[in-house]
Each structure stands twice: as C-alpha cells, then as structure tokens.
C-alpha cells in the first residue's frame, strides 16, 4: 500500500460496512486520491538545521523520512492538523449516521492504476454502492504529495427494518 501512495498508483480506498446477517452494504468511507506533487515530479523538503546549503533539498518521487519539517509548501504540522480535522469529522459522524443493529464486517477496496503490481490472493471486487442512499462529503486535506477528498454513504433509517 505505502508503495502505491508513493509512486502514485492509488486513485481511491473505500471502506465498506456490511450487515453479516443481511449481507447489505450499510456505509461506505470512499476517499479519492489524487497527486498534487508539481508538474516535473519533484517536491521541496526543508529539514531543521544551520546550514542554509542543507535546508532545502529536492527530491524526486515521494519519499519523505521522519526528519523533514517541511514538505513542499506545508510544514508537517500543518498536514498533521488537516488529517487531524478529518478525524474529528469522522468520529462526530455519529450524530447523523444510523445506529447499525447487526453485526458487521469491513471491506477495503483499493482502486489502483492498471500499472499497480497487486499481489495474486487478491481479486476484482463489487463497488458495494448503496442504492437510494444519502452521501455527506466530509472535509478534504492535501500533503505536498497527495490530495484526497473523502465522503460516506449511508443507507436511510426508515429503509431499515426496525
């Protein structure tokens, strides 16, 4: 997974929810994927130090390692605070998802470019859309790397059985 991030491979994971006894997708967490790393391929890291001929350097592709400060035009802070925000975001979902009467079980489906090397146990899947379903988009966060959009579908309470 972290080698198709970096080179670029994913276009979308999606989170499905299913219903064991009923076998419906009940919710599903789609996040698109996009790469935003500049028209050449390269990327700015800054990383902390005195020597003004170290601080900057320019890398090509997506490698990033646990000293850099600064990546591209945000400071890992600043991505932090983003992922943070969704986070908050999805845990308050609560307040508006339907409460899930079964027990469940979870899907991830990964979309991939056709290039992806995807190992051999692993199969071609339904999208488990959810027909008649309401869609909230959620808040969207960029890395100097990647952007991703996110949003859930969920199925309406008054089409569950009660």
């Known amino acids: ?4 991030l970096t080179d670029g491979d994913v276009q979308r994971l999606a989170l499905v929810v299913s219903g ?11 996040f698109n994927v996009s790469v935003d790393n500049g028209t050449d391929g390269s990327v700015e890291i800054s990383r902390a ?3 003004e ?6 890398i090509k592709g997506n490698i990033i390692d ?6 591209g035009k ?6 932090h605070d983003e992922i943070q925000a969704i986070i908050r975001q999805i845990t308050a979902s609560v307040t508006f998802l339907p409460l899930l009467n079964e027990p469940c079980s979870f899907d991830l489906l990964i979309y991939t470019n ?8 692993w199969a071609d899947s339904d999208p488990c859309y959810i027909m008649n379903s309401q869609e909230v988009k959620l808040r969207s966060f960029t890395t100097s790397f990647h952007k991703v959009d996110s949003m859930v579908t969920y199925k309406e309470k008054d ?3 009660l």
């Open 49 to 51: 130090g005195n020597d």
């Open 74 to 79: 945000k400071t890992v802070k600043e991505v």
């Open 20 to 30: 064991i006894d009923s076998g419906e997708t009940l919710e599903r967490w789609q």
């Open 66 to 71: 646990n000293k850099a400060t600064k990546i």
């Open 114 to 121: 056709t290039s992806a090397v995807v190992p051999k146990k």
């Open 53 to 58: 001929n170290k601080s900057h350097n320019v």
């Open 159 to 161: 089409e569950w059985e």
């Open 1 to 4: 997974m972290e080698s198709w």
